[in-house]
């Protein structure tokens, strides 16, 4: 007997799976019938992890896996790998896939699921698709990269003693960017990272942007900033020898492309979806596309609400990801849930230097008409007397009229990083920076100074505002 | 010429030297003159470090000291040390005190800071006073243990090889108790704990308790539970030599008393001012002292308002008499300042298991008449996969009627804790668990699993809520 009702899934990854399994949930098989399509090889991984997977800090790929296909299909969702969605015909309740084997057809769906994920920038240089140039935004991406280099260690015969230090130029300093400098870093490369910018990590302000250079620089990691590139130069059998700016050439044992993300949205964008500014799908809250009844979208190939600047953005995380596959798995499942947006927060670390924001940049700020005041403060993870203390530099921007925190950047050593949630939860809330002055946060000599960083920030950001 | 006021500080720690120094930020000595009195030795100081220094992770009790006498002095505080309060004298404006060489004198106010802190909990037992028996609130305290463990160290000659293993018993498996433990421990002592209670840790709920219970076991401190000392034995020299209960005798070298603190009020009593429940001075949330227009309080020695529950407790911690320090000294200099209250948050730990709670425990919430749900859930630090990742359970607590966070327990390893924070912003904002549900918390492996453990929580106790 058929299902009373067939949710159809492009994207076998966070958003896809979790909305099948949380669907799977609250509807049998009876109620429910779910098919999934993934265009690669593997299923629900995590593709934060691959950094460490390269790194070898992550001993295996299978580790990344969250829940192989073998796993889905034995909680009654089918999930059809190595299978590309072609075409989707909205009028018509149906999408084309071509399975595996080359065979093409039609599906159709009462309800579908858009997570498409994103794909990563690649600009037309001439010799960006040499071999020895590697993207890492797939496990399929990262298994060729890490297949490249061990064949490099085993037959290259440079690892020995005596023989020239390999070297890998990474291509932007973002997140990507900087985790796969580690990674390298942690493999023996030279490293070099070429960004254009004048600083690593947009995401930051450059004041703090410049505290990673800085850092960067003192981890041996060559940081070339300003540094557009114009062309990866190959050798006589095609493979990738260097990366050419306008004023230099690195050579290079390996290129890694760490120039972000774009929404994957050809399949939308052709089916007359609406699309924002940055190419990602708009949904309503409950992640359905606008004006769209039966058709839900998340994770990297949407735009999200900025709760802080009350602007849609595209914020490619796996934890949104996560969180808008369990919401429409439970709206289609016939419960009720909603995601009101992010406020902009992100983690991440370059060796043991740890690197967070969350809200909104001076830069983003001032984009969206606010007058505000920010201040910067230097201070100890824990107790100035306590082993391990390590520094930490907390940024913080407050709203000169009202007083409302608008974004806090954090760049330090251990420890420092998670300390950004407490701004996230602030940002949620709507506090003003006066009200986290007097935030009740944990204190002992191991975990912070008796004035956590984020206090004494709050403290001199109060000041400045109260000062006008 | 003579200022035109006169600030007089009864106390010269955390609240008391804080009141000082920010009211000369904002006034000049011939507008106010600041006196301040401290009994012990040493000022400014940070109590929350002595187990750490009693461990020998702090290399000198100077460390500890955030700012000297004369470093006090030098910004115009006239600092007496070795100085103390005898009798307040409210009508009258004026204090008497005994200096150090025995003078009493009579000193007259305009406005007064009460922060004369806590004193440890010392029941009244045979032996409790002999030799060898030590308190931990003071630096004084600590310096007094460290003495003695030297000596003995050098003295006793049981320290070569072979000597049998020297034995600590630590009364009382509170905050203090188990970082004494484990200061001990790191001195290589074997270590006894002795709990009246049935669990360890009487901030938790009985079922996070007993976690802190299993992992004290497992390293090796003998924690014994339902144990109520009867007496401290001494030997023929009058020195402490065992710990009796009422089942059984414990040997000890060493005994640490970590049976809590109560509010050091006995002049404020005397004075006739208002005390709360627990002893505590009563003020309003500018620090004042209630209906006393110059006389304010702050620290140890006062109650706060918990937020939660709404209720006024007395809650020790160097962070909230930092705060108070500030916010009086702000208010005496003629800005304004109030501390709100607490939401009860708190963390510690013992070797590496980390302890942390915030808001109301279950009994605490049925206390106050509130119906609520509550679930524990067990995860991970960081990514399953990623290197270091260490186990955390996190409890939560929510209000059943509306959903409302009451409270959040965390017993864990190492990165566990400090999450405690996320919970305590939330609690101030009055965050639902459904709210929580949605935070955008800061997500890459090394930091946190895809959810966050206190998403996956908040997911948990949401669920709870709503299946009523």
């Known amino acids: 007997m058929a299902a009373a009702e067939r949710m159809v899934v492009i994207g076998g990854d966070a958003t896809g799976m979790s909305a099948a399994a949380q669907a799977r949930r609250l509807k049998s098989p009876d109620e429910l019938e779910i098919v999934a399509f993934e265009r690669g090889g593997f299923s629900s991984y995590s593709a934060c992890g691959i950094p460490y997977w390269v790194a070898g800090d992550v001993a295996e790929r299978d580790k990344l896996i969250a829940r192989s296909p073998e796993e889905h299909r034995s909680r009654g969702i089918d999930l059809r790998m190595r299978t590309e969605a072609l075409e989707l015909d909205v009028d018509g309740q149906r999408v084309r896939v071509r399975e595996q084997e080359g065979t093409e057809r039609w599906v159709g769906y009462d309800q579908l699921v858009l997570a498409t994920g994103a794909v990563p920038v690649r600009p037309p240089l001439p010799g960006i698709d040499a071999e020895g140039v590697y993207g890492v935004q797939t496990l399929d991406d990262g298994q060729q990269l890490l297949d490249a280099l061990e064949q490099r260690v085993e037959f290259g015969g440079t690892a020995g003693e005596g023989a020239a230090r390999r070297r890998a130029v990474v291509v932007g300093a973002g997140y990507i960017g900087v985790e796969m400098a580690e990674a390298f870093v942690r493999r023996g490369y030279a490293v070099t990272v070429l960004e254009k910018a004048e600083q690593p990590m947009s995401t930051l302000d450059p004041d703090m942007g410049k505290l990673v250079h800085e850092a960067m620089c003192s981890m ?35 290129v890694v492309l760490g120039l972000g993300v774009k929404p994957a949205t050809a399949l939308a964008r052709e089916a007359g979806l609406p699309l924002g500014e940055s190419g990602g799908l708009l949904t309503d809250l409950a992640m359905r596309v606008r004006d769209r009844e039966n058709i839900w979208a998340g994770g990297d190939c949407v735009e999200v609400l900025n709760l802080v600047s009350d602007r849609a953005q595209h914020v490619p995380l796996g934890t949104h990801a996560n969180k808008h596959g369990q919401i429409i798995g439970a709206n289609i499942g016939g419960s009720y849930a909603t995601f009101p947006g992010v406020v902009g927060t992100a983690v991440s670390k370059v060796c043991d230097l740890e690197i967070a924001r969350t809200g909104l940049l001076e830069a983003q700020a001032a984009a969206v008409g606010l007058r505000f005041a920010s201040v910067v403060i230097e201070s100890t993870t824990r107790a100035g007397y306590y082993p391990g203390t390590r520094p930490i530099h907390v940024k913080m921007i407050a709203e000169r009229s009202s007083g409302r925190l608008l974004g806090v950047q954090i760049v330090g050593r251990e420890n420092a990083g998670k300390r950004v949630d407490i701004a996230a939860v602030a940002l949620h809330a709507g506090m003003t920076v006066e009200q986290m002055t007097s935030l009740d946060l944990g204190y002992a000599p191991p975990f912070s100074p008796v004035w956590d960083p984020v206090l004494i920030a709050a403290r001199k950001a109060a000041a400045a505002v109260r000062e006008g």
């Open 220 to 254: 041996d990691i060559e940081t070339v900033l300003g540094a557009a590139v114009t062309e990866v130069l190959t050798d006589e059998r095609g493979r990738a020898r260097a990366v050419a700016t306008e004023d230099a050439e690195y050579p290079a044992d390996v």
